[in-house]
């Protein structure tokens, strides 16, 4: 070879992929040690040489993380990737965005677009589908990814999860409506069958079975538009029902719009949970009590995790759950 080696000519040489020898190359503990040595053995014999001081220097300046969220719509996304986006830049990274839409197709473009575009890492809020390894691609370029709010790749030993704790938020807004007299409570929202609709609905399943009452759960779209559809449904089919969880707060502003529509006093008549606590509940009337996932801080720990797996090669836990409370307001 009449030029100095690059990382592509390693790559071939080695039979791997780019980013495979860069994960070599920064030491990561993704890498098999086997494809390390194979790795090493291919820059033996065509004499490349790393330039660990220039390369640092590049990473500092350079460093991109891909950052792939289901529905930007959703205020409590677009809080969340603009925390994450400001965590992120402090330590030197930038983050490419990409709105999926809840479409799996479009993910996997996304993802293989910014692959090519040389991230470093992905954070990803992933869009449920029929693929049972939805993030393959990014275990194909062995980059470093985490899932954060839902799983939906089930290998969460190579795509660490990160959200939440949902149970703990369920239960803390059944307690305060109980706590508040509410006899016969509902659940509305979430699509049914949803891992992360059966998580927000964990608690309150848990508190009806332990007081022996039938549980009532009008599944449907995480909009405001459901809503305002499940106010006209427990009007007509369960006027009885006196406490509302909802699975999230677009849901719960919508129920609050609908039952107001049709007469029904909300914060008395009938009391209203919401679930993430976004912007929108201090300015609704009433005011919209809601389960706080603390975003900020949110965003910063998954920020730090990332980082440590970036720079540090300190891979997160398979699992991690954070905390989360109860915002008291007019609805409830």
């Not at 049914?192 to 779209?221: H, N």
Request: with cysteine.
């Amino acid at each position: 070879m009449d030029r100095r080696p690059t990382i592509k000519d390693v790559a071939k040489e080695a039979g791997v992929s780019k980013s495979t020898v860069s994960l070599v190359l920064q030491r990561s503990a993704l890498v098999k040690d086997s494809t390390r040595q194979q790795v090493q053995d291919a820059m033996t014999r065509i004499g490349y040489v790393y330039n660990r001081s220039a390369a640092n220097l590049r990473s500092t300046s350079t460093g991109l993380i891909g950052l792939i969220i289901n529905d930007l719509r959703n205020p409590f996304f677009t809080e969340f990737a603009a925390r994450l986006q400001m965590a992120l830049a402090d330590q030197g990274y930038a983050v490419v965005l990409a709105n999926i839409n809840e479409d799996p197709a479009l993910q996997s473009n996304m993802i293989n677009a910014l692959i090519e575009h040389g991230v470093s890492g992905f954070i990803v809020s992933p869009a449920y589908g029929p693929d049972e390894a939805p993030l393959q691609l990014i275990a194909n370029a062995g980059l470093p990814a985490l899932q954060v709010f839902r799983k939906v790749d089930p290998r969460s030993d190579l795509f660490p999860f990160l959200a939440p704790d949902y149970l703990a938020g369920s239960c803390l807004a059944m307690e305060h409506l109980r706590g508040r007299g509410c006899k016969k409570i509902a659940f509305v929202g979430g699509l049914d069958g949803r891992a992360v609709t059966r998580e927000r609905m964990s608690g309150y399943l848990e508190m009806t079975d332990r007081a022996a009452q039938d549980p009532i759960l009008l599944t449907g779209e995480a909009s405001h538009r459901f809503g305002v559809e499940a106010a006209e449904t427990l009007v007509l089919h369960h006027p009885d029902v006196d406490g509302v969880l909802c699975f999230n707060d677009l849901v719960a502003l919508g129920l609050v719009a609908g039952s107001t529509a049709r007469g029904r006093q909300v914060g008395s008549g009938l009391r209203v949970v919401g679930f993430d606590d976004i912007e929108g509940c201090q300015q609704s009337f009433p005011s919209l009590s809601s389960i706080s996932c603390a975003i900020p801080d949110f965003a910063q720990t998954v920020s730090q995790n990332m980082l440590h797996w970036l720079q540090d090669g300190i891979v997160p836990p398979p699992e991690r759950r954070t905390p989360v409370s109860l915002v008291k307001r007019d609805s409830s």
